[in-house]
């Protein structure tokens, strides 16, 4: 999957719409705490400048009639002369405001981010998992999980540290612009006079940082992918000797991370000194101007305006050279938000039938299937031969043949491109998926195995089951006595991908896992590749003796393993080139003889 660049904005705000879906009311109350917020921090000023020039000076106060008429009927000055701690309370009273409102405002965009991250994340599991087996072929494991781990992330810390910022920001801008200017207009527009350049310095350094991100996010990725490598592949570096040449790759990379992130941080610090400068420059003009105009009339402009002007100009500063800090994490928003927007609009996977759930043990027919993951059947072509209840089914073919490709359509992980799959009668494309694959299971040559006990890996296709029935599949996959022989048998941890466990043990495991399905078509797909000649036949004397009506498929390049089978099929190049009992193809001259001669198995016939 290419790297993203947002070309539809449209696209990332509906996601983030739809993303916020029941957890809207809770930014509605947010919003409304940062009005609350915004009212109680702009209220302490008017208090200082009441004090200031009403009770200490006894002049005329600067504040709504309505609060003056209050003012009047408790006593006027005389009466906050006598009580000054009124004053001192009232302050007080209005940042323990501020600081309740703050916390309420925070409490609620914290449940909105996370509400929407653990959504946006079942989202995306659920999806995951409904989109077509192809999907999963043609992406990056590593760049998926990213994409679901630290996008997600980065659309929750927008959320919840600046989507309210952009709130207040704007009320406090225009809170501050009503109040400063219906007081003294020439004033206002001096404490206001460097606030466009600070916001023009905000978008200068938006258009600019947001590459810096990207370029660090990227950069990061390949560092953390790099070390997950190493890991997961620790036998193979060590096997071969690749310490070193590992060390080295993680060195540039993690050099490369540092240069970028150092110029991340370098524009960072100039955006911020700078920004910095002109808020202090802004305050100093406000202070000075203000001294100015209360100097030259100290009536029409007291010193409790004085006051109150600086301290807004202050409180405006902050906010606006965040300004340019949340455009940069929105734009960061908005390209993981699209990178998310490329999981969630992969088409899920369709039923193309009725969806029916028939009985599964019948024969099962493959009608000239032909297969290719293009336009042309390349894969398999005029694929014909009929599988009856009871019957093991042997398939031999070279690497590329088509082999696994078949029997992934019998699961319908693909789709036939011409002929027709049916069980029981029943064409598999009018099956309900779940039900087709519920009923068919399948143990790979590279079975993927959870870091858990062993109990729990073979208990995975059903966790209630008692652990009579994992002992008896564990038999029937000649593991039991091994798992037995661990000091702490069945509880055993299994490490990451099986590592503690040999290949043979972890197919074993795996295919007692399978056995656990009960379904009543098996596949085993070169699953005992890695298994013992000795421990092939156990396993499969074992299946024999208890497939009853089932059928059973089994992929292998060993003789051995195939000669029981009650019908052979050789693939060459996705065709039928040979069909029969052993005995009866070790009499032809053909692939499957020339294999057992190499195997030595055709002398032993003989």
């Not at 009212?39 to 004090?51: I, M």
Request: proline share 2%; net charge neutral.
């Amino acid at each position: 999957m290419k790297k993203t660049k947002i070309k539809n904005e449209h696209t990332a705000v509906k996601l983030f719409l739809r993303s916020l879906y029941g957890f809207k009311r809770y930014l509605a109350l947010s919003s409304l705490f940062v009005l609350l917020a915004i009212l109680a921090t702009y209220a302490a000023p008017f208090v200082t400048s009441f004090t200031l020039d009403y009770v200490i000076q006894g002049k005329d106060a600067n504040i709504p009639q309505f609060f003056m008429r209050i003012v009047e009927s408790v006593g006027g000055q005389e009466f906050f002369v006598n009580n000054l701690f009124v004053c001192g309370a009232a302050y007080l009273l209005c940042t323990l405001a501020n600081g309740g409102f703050t916390y309420l405002r925070r409490r609620n965009v914290a449940f909105a981010a996370e509400g929407m991250a653990k959504q946006l994340r079942d989202n995306l599991y659920t999806h995951l998992n409904a989109v077509p087996y192809d999907y999963h072929k043609h992406v990056n494991t590593g760049d998926i999980v990213q994409r679901c781990t630290s996008d997600v992330d980065t659309v929750r810390r927008f959320v919840s540290m600046q989507a309210m910022e952009i709130v207040r920001t704007v009320i406090m801008f225009v809170v501050a612009l009503v109040v400063m200017f219906s007081i003294h207009t020439e004033m206002a527009l001096i404490s206001m006079a460097v606030l466009p350049l600070l916001t023009v310095s905000s978008f200068v350094y938006f258009r600019y940082v947001r590459k810096y991100f990207l370029e660090s996010d990227e950069s990061e990725g390949a560092l953390s992918t790099a070390i997950q490598e190493n890991l997961t592949g620790v036998r193979v570096v060590r096997a071969f000797g690749q310490q070193r040449a590992e060390y080295d790759k993680f060195t540039k990379l993690n050099k490369d991370f540092r240069t970028k992130t150092e110029k991340l941080i370098t524009l960072l610090g100039y955006y911020w000194g700078i920004s910095d400068a002109f808020g202090y420059i802004q305050i100093a003009v406000s202070l000075v101007a203000g001294i100015c105009f209360n100097v030259a009339d100290p009536e029409a402009f007291t010193l409790g305006n004085v006051t109150l002007f600086v301290t807004y100009t202050g409180m405006l500063t902050w906010p606006v050279r965040q300004l340019g800090r949340i455009l940069a994490d929105m734009g960061k928003a908005s390209v993981s938000l699209g990178r998310l927007n490329e999981i969630l609009s992969a088409e899920a996977e369709k039923e193309p039938g009725k969806a029916l759930k028939p009985d599964m043990i019948g024969d099962i027919v493959f009608d000239r299937v032909c297969f290719g993951y293009h336009e042309y059947n390349d894969v398999l072509n005029e694929v014909s031969f009929t599988a009856h209840p009871g019957q093991t089914i042997a398939i031999l073919g070279s690497t590329g043949s088509g082999k696994s490709s078949l029997v992934q359509l019998l699961q319908r992980l693909y789709l036939c491109t011409d002929g027709s799959i049916t069980i029981n009668g029943v064409n598999i494309n009018d099956i309900d998926h779940a039900h087709l694959r519920k009923n068919i299971g399948i143990v790979l040559q590279e079975p993927f195995l959870y870091s858990r006990t062993i109990m729990e890996n073979i208990k995975i296709v059903d966790p209630d089951a008692p652990d009579e029935r994992v002992y008896e599949a564990a038999k029937t996959a000649a593991v039991h006595d091994v798992i037995m022989q661990f000091d702490d048998g069945y509880d055993t941890i299994v490490g990451e991908r099986g590592v503690t466990l040999s290949g043979g043990q972890q197919q074993r495991v795996a295919i007692a896992r399978t056995l656990m399905q009960r379904a009543p078509i098996l596949i085993f797909d070169d699953s005992m590749s890695a298994v013992d000649t000795e421990t092939d036949a156990q396993i499969r004397d074992a299946l024999c003796s208890m497939k009853k009506d089932g059928i059973t498929f089994i992929i292998s390049h060993r003789i051995t393993t195939l000669c029981e089978a009650d019908n052979i099929l050789v693939l060459d190049h996705g065709k039928i080139v040979q069909q029969g009992s052993h005995d009866e193809l070790i009499k032809q001259d053909g692939l499957y003889r020339r294999i057992a001669v190499i195997q030595d198995m055709a002398g032993k016939e003989e």
